[in-house]
């Protein structure tokens, strides 16, 4: 059982836009930033948005970012055959002191 | 360019030990918080356990007392001593560099198994 909550699954067809949550609480979210990785198979985590709603350099800005409150959202827009991954959030537990995971959702471009 | 490189993985018997190492280039080790993340077969990511700049240490309950993070200045190197090892502890370990309080930039992997 993840600390941060996610779908599992989400999927789209090329072109258009969809959003995966993160849901957390007070000890994480709530107080601390958030990122987003995505994980192609048998390959490592790759940051997709740090600091909420950063893109390092590299990253299209097709993908963006929002927190709200104890909850996180990306959003994928003009969605492309590429952009089939897996999908985690992020963000630091005061509690742990640690990072804490969502249990990540795969992306499916139909 | 920041580079991670992670060695050490293999096949371990249950109650066995091993070390894991993640060689550093780029950037000093030693400067930011870095931390070991793992991937259970087919599972998604867990934390393992971080190092701080100042050198404080912090692991998940499902490691500690059996898992120690250490990092070696000289060699630009951070490591995983992982002891008492369980099947449940087989996965792919992940070293990474923090950015802005997380991690940011990753290593390749190595896989751990832990099997009789």
């Known amino acids: 059982q993840s600390v941060l909550t996610q779908p599992p699954s989400a999927s789209g067809t090329p072109g258009q836009r969809v959003t995966i949550s993160c849901s957390g609480s007070?000890?994480?979210?709530?107080?601390?930033?958030v990122n987003w990785y995505h994980q192609l198979p048998e390959t490592a985590p790759k940051l997709l948005i740090y600091?909420?709603?950063q893109r390092p350099s590299g990253v299209p800005d097709r993908f963006s970012a929002s927190k709200s409150g104890t909850s996180a959202s990306l959003a994928i827009s003009g969605l492309q055959f590429e952009d089939e991954a897996d999908y985690y959030c992020?963000?630091?537990?005061?509690?742990?002191?640690?990072?804490?995971f969502g249990g990540g959702t795969k992306l499916t471009v139909l | 360019e920041v580079q991670l490189v992670e060695t050490g993985g293999g096949l371990i018997q249950p109650g066995g030990s091993l070390r894991l190492s993640c060689a550093a280039s780029?950037?000093?080790?030693?400067?930011?918080?870095m931390s070991w993340v793992r991937q259970a077969p087919g599972k998604g990511l867990e934390w393992v356990s971080v190092?701080?700049?100042?050198?404080?240490?912090y692991y998940a309950d499902s490691v500690k007392g059996r898992f120690t993070i250490s990092r070696d200045n000289s060699k630009n190197t951070l490591y995983l001593q992982m002891n008492s090892l369980r099947a449940e502890d087989t996965a792919v370990y992940y070293c990474?560099?923090?950015?802005?309080?997380?991690?940011?930039?990753w290593g390749q992997g190595t896989l751990v198994t832990v099997s009789s």
């Open positions: 780029g950037f000093t080790v030693s400067s930011d918080y």
């Open positions: 990474a560099r923090h950015l802005a309080g997380l991690p940011g930039h």
């Open positions: 600091s909420n709603s």
């Open positions: 190092m701080y700049s100042g050198g404080i240490t």
């Open positions: 992020a963000s630091w537990d005061d509690s742990l002191n640690g990072p804490v």
């Open positions: 007070s000890s994480n979210i709530g107080s601390n930033t």
